[in-house]
């Protein structure tokens, strides 16, 4: 073939690769096109991954309407709670999931949408297994009054027990909290409903004299938002608008339900005596949350 019937195919070649590359650039949607926005999130572990698929569930519905899109990333550090709230003030975090207090309503700024359902306000027990049966003698009057309590004393309800009447041994960190159970530290560990499957399986293998208490526990109304900080309204904005729209179509609802299936298994399981109790530290202006979609109150 002659060099310039070669020169002639190879530029028309190259045209036409130039030209479904531009049209490729054309149907390309907006979204696609969007520059991506790292969002750094704290907790992180099993016990949380629900909060952070709901986040995820939320803007994913609201980049359908802005065309931002977000990818989330967990804060690789483990500080304390304090800490990532100065962290997030500073702007090295993006989102935190926490319960509400006075500090936090003042510091940062909270997406207020109850994303837990009230789930981790019911508190169940775990035990040293040579105690189980004299807590399950015993009325809730006398396991108010002779069962010490281990917690950390950076988390929300730490005050919360300490208000109505409960010894808590205070301390800083969680699995350490597993570790000082079995030694007899104090008598029993209470954890949310919604952890207790995970850690189930987690802990309790590492300390087989351990095991979740089935007759005792504790309700006590307890939202848990998502928090951004003071300057990024656009951002809290964003959340709640898709968290409303995934509450609106019913993906945030059964999203919530297939994460927390077995601890509602669970409850329906055990029948715990339950013992309400006030959420002294609630501030003003925080609904109590709403248990229908898990646990029908009396």
């Not at 009230?118 to 399950?136: C, E, N, P, T, W």
Request: hydrophobic share 40%; aromatic share 12%; glycine share 6%.
């Amino acid at each position: 073939m002659p060099s310039s019937s070669i020169a002639s195919t190879l530029i028309c070649r190259f045209m036409r690769c130039v030209h479904l590359l531009a049209l490729g650039c054309l149907l390309v949607s907006p979204a696609a096109r969007a520059a991506e926005h790292i969002i750094r999130y704290y907790p992180a572990g099993s016990i949380y991954t629900y909060r952070w698929d709901l986040l995820k569930l939320a803007l994913e519905h609201v980049e359908k309407v802005d065309h931002i899109h977000y990818r989330l990333l967990p804060l690789n550090d483990q500080p304390t709670q304090w800490r990532a709230e100065q962290l997030l003030s500073s702007g090295k975090v993006d989102v935190l999931a926490f319960a509400p207090n006075l500090q936090r309503e003042r510091l940062l700024q909270p997406v207020r949408l109850d994303i837990l359902k009230g789930i981790i306000g019911y508190r169940v027990f775990f035990v040293r297994k040579q105690d189980a049966s004299l807590m399950r003698g015993m009325s809730a009057q006398q396991f108010r009054a002779a069962v010490r309590l281990g917690m950390n004393s950076q988390w929300a309800d730490y005050p919360i027990l300490k208000s109505n009447g409960y010894e808590v041994l205070g301390s800083i960190g969680y699995e350490s909290l597993f570790e000082m159970l079995a030694a007899g530290r104090f008598d029993a560990f209470p954890r949310g409903l919604n952890e207790v499957g995970s850690e189930m399986q987690e802990q309790l293998p590492r300390y087989p004299g351990l095991m979740l208490e089935k007759t005792k526990a504790l309700y006590y109304p307890f939202p848990v938002y998502f928090w951004v900080s003071k300057q990024n309204t656009a951002l809290a904005g964003r959340v709640l608008q898709g968290l409303k729209l995934a509450e609106r179509d019913g993906s945030f609802k059964a999203l919530f339900l297939r994460h927390h299936a077995d601890a509602i298994r669970l409850l329906a399981d055990y029948g715990w005596q339950t013992t309400q109790i006030a959420n002294t530290e609630l501030p003003p202006g925080n609904a109590k949350p709403d248990t229908s979609w898990w646990w029908k109150q009396r």
